[in-house]
């Protein structure tokens, strides 16, 4: 199993307080030492932090903490194998180009007997069953439109149509990001809490770090964090239901699927 | 116009030495200020670090530089920008995922009226002609082959005569990675050494950095290095002739097309 974070905002944030939580699981609280990644998007093109190995004692993690990038969306992820090797081509998150933006992918969970599901022109590069679902993924939903959709709200139900099948094949939770929203599917363990104003103080649940956001921020600004397990103590996080899916944009929850 | 720096091995090394002469012309030495990139391979999968600022100045480019990551393929990029804006997306190496391995590429001149050419499956993210060529030349090679081909030869001619077609639309120098074979392409400038035994010192032609590679190689290691301009004072580039296509794979040219 993997932990997975995820952070969508209406005004260019950085992650690195969230970050610096989840790389704390990454080898040093908890047992995910296999690797981790981090993609940061600016507009449809999304720069990605690789490492097979744990993120705690990783000298580019610790660069990423310090150095930090703002974006309006960034999707991140600790691994703990449970199928497929310690390698790069099996470092989440991943990503491929469909419609001329980068779409990219991390996963929490196992699911089996995908190989009845077509991947169109997208070919998996390592061999997990994260990546297979992945292009399984992408390949259905370029089956269904042949550009990116003008309706938003028929692209999130087919996402949520997609996953729900996929889902029925093991343990699907993920996080998707397409440049514009990010897709967060609860299957057993997903989170999230929504920052804005009036803004206060948060504490890291595995660390005594703690940021007050109101320093940090002005008061417009809408943060969405999406992590497997809250990631601090003092924020009232939402606990999601298994099969569902979230959508935010805007540093809103658009949807619930 | 931009820089190019590739590096093809038959034991990992680390591209630390070259990718310093190189970052030192973005920004610093030269006028390639508007963006750097580095993407090394692990086997089939590619990590790319990017920045659409001066590598010169560039605290990820010094951390690339103090943490040096070994591979057997590289391909890195300083950008003066021609075409396309100044954006993550706009940035060099590009990536696309192809017969499940990802290729890699950067480009140095402008090549002109595209359009006419099928992409394909591949939509650029940007807006430069360079990432709309390198989706033509992966488009032309799925067109060609349905998987990546069993005759090599076969692949490096395809990619040679797909070249010159796109070639022929203007200034057309390229680095190629597929995650076995750099290509490189000259247009108009480009020149590659190989490391090998009995090794020597080196010093970079626009630094007074050196480096004795008998102290950091053994007998057996050989590495290809290909640049725009010759980065070193002290070794025997070898200069492209225009329109010549070079194939590397385990260190050593295996054709000139």
Known sequence: MCELLGMECNVPTDIVFSFSGLALRGG????????????????????????????????????????????????????????????????????????GRNWTFAHNGTVKKLDRLALGRFQPIGNTDSEYAFCALLAALQKKFSSYPKSTRALWQAVADISTKIGSKGTFNFLLGDGTHLYARCATKLAYVIRKAPFCQATLADDDVCVNFAEVTTPNDRVAVVATVPLTRDEQWTIGIPGQLWVFRGGALRATL
Do not use: Q
């Open 28 to 99: 040093a609280k908890g047992p995910h030492a296999d690797g981790w990644g981090l993609a940061l998007y600016d507009g449809n093109a999304v720069r990605s932090f690789l490492e097979p190995f744990a993120a705690a004692k990783s000298p580019l993690a610790s660069y990423v903490r310090a150095n930090p990038i703002k974006t309006l969306l960034a999707i991140a992820h600790v691994r703990k194998k449970t199928r497929g090797e310690v390698s790069l081509a099996n470092t989440h998150p991943f990503t491929r180009e469909l419609w």
